[in-house]
């Protein structure tokens, strides 16, 4: 009975491992709320670059999801992602500009509806 416990244990934490590192890329513009309401991709989160905080998006993500960031050109987007690397986060991508974006994730339209 040992034994099977032991499996079923090791078990568990297998799956819980293959979750974890299964989980979705977060996709964060860091443009300004202006620029994002009137050119931004469907379903990203805006969190302006002068707004962004390191205890809240740890505790709002955790500091081991993928966190893939852009803005207009990348420059914005490499600056958050300093500030979160020296916050200990441990994936997180300067994905460049928001057109980069689009051409990477084979998105042909923009939205220019207001953010959500």
């Known amino acids: 009975m040992t034994n099977l416990i032991r499996k079923f244990v090791l078990l568990c934490f297998a ?13 964060i513009d860091v443009r300004t709320a202006e620029e994002f309401s009137t050119d931004h991709i469907k379903g990203d989160t805006n969190i302006p670059l002068a707004t962004i905080k390191a205890e809240e998006l740890a505790t709002k993500y ?11 050109t990348g420059n914005r987007a490499g600056k958050a992602k300093a500030l979160l690397d020296a916050a ?3 994936k ?16 042909a339209e923009s939205s220019a509806s207001p953010a959500q």
């Open 15 to 27: 799956l819980t491992l293959s979750c974890s590192a299964m989980a979705a890329q977060v996709w």
């Open 62 to 72: 955790g500091k081991d999801t993928e966190l893939m960031l852009y803005c207009h």
């Open 88 to 90: 200990g986060f441990t």
């Open 92 to 107: 997180v991508t300067n994905a460049g500009g928001i057109e980069d974006v689009r051409k990477l994730r084979k998105l």
